[in-house]
């Protein structure tokens, strides 16, 4: 069983509201138990972190817990293997100014950004500056606590790195009508679908405020995503309620470009005469000596800050050209992946049996081995391990899952967008050497998407 621990404030300033919707998501105030000990999880805003903060998470991890630091989907850090001084722990992040404004804001700054926001050639707007009202509304607004940690919204800037693939309660992306901004919206999605409708960018943030505040009218308290809602009432019947809140127009002919992928690593231009340097944390896993010393590479080389994406790595923005290639050999040399050539930069694992009671298999040390066999047979594959059903490291579905049926034996799965889940099943109960051969001998076909 799970443990919860809401530390770090007074008992008088925790959050408080009239509908409560419990979570077992660990956040910055809450630390969640598992095998390997307490996990805190820090949001970031838009993915961004100061390198002094990066340090400062650096070394909590280390006096606090077992040093083991995780880059989450959603382009947030968790800390894992807490011990006994949670207190300590939390207090130490709040001091590096890595907390919510309030208490009652912590679960629900859940808003992404693209990891290239304001610094993308692509983008056709920066969105940072809407993205500053929203999450500041998200943490103060009075009746916003009584969202779900897990409701989430997107802010799309039209940028080529852009994670398009997950869905949220509520998206928004940009568009240019006439000459002007505008933000195409839609609902329990991704901006890869049919919009909702669309409003002008000045229109954003009120329509942010009015899709949330007619959800929690709208929804039971055991309604906790968009989707719970919009499947007792019709879309149309939600929209034709939210048209009362704020002026909306129809967006019929839009259609969201495609991200470019692979520009989370490697050297890639920004919009300005500068590049920005990507890099993976190995299965979203980074130590203390990695984010430390990225943290002195952004002080060196950048501009003081890292940005966290939902591939599970990191980018160092504004870097001089010179300077580029050197930056990325420096984090290669820390162990982070710098190619994404590489098979286990094209590998998403849980944290496995290992850390986690509901896990069938240790899908890190598994996926560490496939890595190897698929480095010898020359394929880097796009490959989710899951230790069971809950896929919690991926929040798409990947072109291929191997869903763990015992330890060191997994389930594949082929992504098919007519079946639920996974997709379809290929083969049943297979080893790792298994899989490596099975894959080595199938037509391409595709995994390589």
């Known amino acids: ?18 509908v409560v919707r419990p979570s077992g998501c660990p956040g910055l105030l809450r630390v969640v138990q598992a095998l390997d000990g307490g996990i805190c999880r820090i949001k970031l805003d838009g993915g ?32 894992r293997g807490i011990g006994a001084e949670h207190s300590a722990l939390i207090e130490s992040l709040l001091a590096a100014g890595l907390g919510p404004r309030i208490p009652a804001g912590d679960d629900v700054r859940n808003l992404m950004l693209s990891p290239s926001a304001g610094i993308d050639r692509q983008m056709l707007f920066d969105t940072r500056p809407l993205a500053a009202q929203i999450l500041f509304t998200l943490q103060t607004h009075e009746r916003f606590p009584e969202l779900s940690a897990k409701f989430a919204v997107q802010l799309d800037g039209g940028e080529a790195l852009a994670m398009l693939e997950h869905h949220h309660d509520l998206w928004l992306s940009a568009l240019i009508h006439d000459g002007e901004p505008w933000l195409a919206f839609g609902l329990a999605g991704s901006p890869l679908d049919k919009p909702a409708g669309r409003v002008p960018l000045a229109q954003g943030h009120a329509l942010v405020v009015a899709v949330l505040e007619l959800f929690l009218d709208l929804a039971r308290p055991d309604q906790i995503r968009m989707r719970h809602v919009l499947a007792e009432i019709p879309t149309d019947v939600f929209m034709t309620r939210l048209a009362r809140r704020v002026p909306l127009q129809a967006c019929l002919d839009w259609q969201r470009d495609g991200s470019i992928d692979g520009l989370h690593i490697g050297v890639h231009p920004q919009h300005d005469d500068r590049v920005y340097v990507g890099a993976a944390a190995p299965l979203g896993r980074l130590d203390a000596v990695m984010l430390r010393g990225a943290a002195q590479l952004a002080r060196e080389r950048g501009d003081e800050s890292l940005r966290f994406t939902p591939w599970q790595s990191l980018l160092l923005p504004n870097v001089r050209r010179a300077d580029a290639d050197d930056v990325l050999a420096r984090l290669e040399g820390l162990g982070l992946l710098g190619s994404s050539e590489q098979p286990l930069a094209q590998l998403i694992a849980c944290t496995g049996s290992s850390g986690c009671a509901k896990a069938l298999a240790d899908t890190k040390a598994d996926a560490h081995q496939l890595a190897e066999l698929l480095q010898r047979q020359g394929q880097p594959l796009k490959i989710h391990l899951s230790g069971c059903p809950r896929s919690c490291a991926a929040a798409h579905i990947a072109p291929a899952t191997l869903l763990a049926v015992a330890p060191g034996r997994y389930d594949l799965y082929f992504r098919d967008a007519t079946l639920p889940g996974f997709g379809a099943l290929q083969a049943h109960n297979l080893t790792i050497e298994a899989i490596g051969h099975w894959l080595d001998a199938r037509p391409r076909s595709p995994l390589d998407a």
Do not use: K
Not at 1 to 18: A, D, I, K, Y
Not at 60 to 79: K, M
């Open 1 to 18: 069983m799970r443990r919860f621990l809401f530390v770090g404030f007074p008992l008088n300033e925790r959050p408080s509201s009239n």
């Open 48 to 79: 961004a972190i100061q390198a002094d903060q990066a340090e400062a998470v650096a070394s909590a991890a280390e006096r606090f817990a077992s040093g083991v630091i995780e880059a989450t989907n959603r382009g947030n850090l968790q800390i």
